[in-house]
């Protein structure tokens, strides 16, 4: 009964503040959500690097490790990409994998993996995200532009925060408590404005075609914990680092593969991307409480 409670403890702080966008956006459709974009890029998603991978007792080993586990995933999760879409008859495959190969590790993993496995599985979690984050800003323009862009790279502040806590790790160098202090207080605000932002963005984004957004959603959200399995069993992985990979392999498309989309590809590649995203995450809500709690029994 004990872990039937600690999933609840786990999931409700997310699901709830989810629900709250999602009633805030119905209620107000006009309501700008630009404030929250900003600050997340910005300030919030650097502090939360930060503070993920130099405050929470992670060392460069672990680091290295998730970073290198998650991109066999990603690699994984890439071929899976191409089987669907080719299967699904899609004309533009390339413009569309995004979704397939990015998930929401940020917006709904990071604050899972905190509360399921505390300020260890937040390390393990910001690997993961840091890893994704360079994704979106290098391969996930890379296909929706069908270019490469290095200026987005340079301009990109979580980029730096990698880099910066990349250093910090590997040379053992501990942060003065202000800067800890600081990016621990950035990093809660900004894990309650992008789950509340989340909520939202679910109002906006409109299903157009369920049938293949369904099918899509499969291979990410059924799929994705299936690959991350595969991999613990592959390498023997166990404890809280194996649970949180699991966790962050099971989570839906990124809502960030949808803003990449508006800017570098064509409208009907968005609607697609959108649907995906929508499906996804609504289906999520069913996948994920089950990968938490195969997460939390069999690796704690």
Do not use: W
């Amino acid at each position: 009964m004990d872990i039937y409670f600690k999933l609840f403890e786990v999931l409700f702080p997310v699901f709830f503040v989810v629900g709250i966008g999602y009633y805030l956006g119905k209620n107000n459709p006009k309501i700008d959500t630009s404030f929250i974009t900003n600050f997340a890029a910005n300030v919030g998603t650097p502090a939360m690097i930060i503070y993920g991978l130099t405050s929470t007792g992670i060392s460069f080993g672990i680091f290295k490790n998730y970073f290198g586990y998650y991109l066999i995933a990603i690699i994984a999760f890439t071929i899976i990409g191409l089987i669907f879409l080719f299967f699904l008859k899609t004309k533009d495959i390339i413009r569309e994998l995004p979704p397939f190969i990015m998930p929401n590790t940020g917006n709904m993993g990071l604050p899972i993996c905190l509360f399921a496995y505390g300020s260890q599985g937040l390390g393990v979690a910001a690997a993961i995200s840091a890893l994704i984050i360079l994704c979106h800003f290098t391969f996930g323009i890379f296909l929706a532009d069908r270019k490469f862009n290095i200026s987005i790279i340079l301009k990109n502040p979580p980029f730096y925060s990698i880099i910066i806590s990349i250093f910090l790790l590997y040379f053992k160098i501990k942060l003065p408590t202000f800067i800890e202090n600081t990016t621990f207080l950035l990093m809660y605000a900004t894990i309650f404005l992008i789950l509340m932002s989340l909520g939202i963005a679910l109002t906006r984004l409109k299903v157009f075609s369920f049938k293949k957004a369904f099918i899509s959603s499969i291979a990410r959200v059924i799929l994705g914990p299936i690959v991350g399995f595969l991999i613990i069993k592959y390498f023997n992985l166990e404890g809280f680092a194996a649970g949180t990979l699991l966790i962050q392999c099971s989570m839906p498309s990124a809502v960030l593969t949808y803003l990449v989309g508006s800017i570098y590809s064509p409208k009907k590649i968005v609607d697609s991307i959108a649907s995906m995203i929508v499906v996804s995450t609504v289906m999520s809500f069913v996948t994920v409480p089950l990968v938490v709690f195969f997460a939390l029994k069999y690796f704690n």
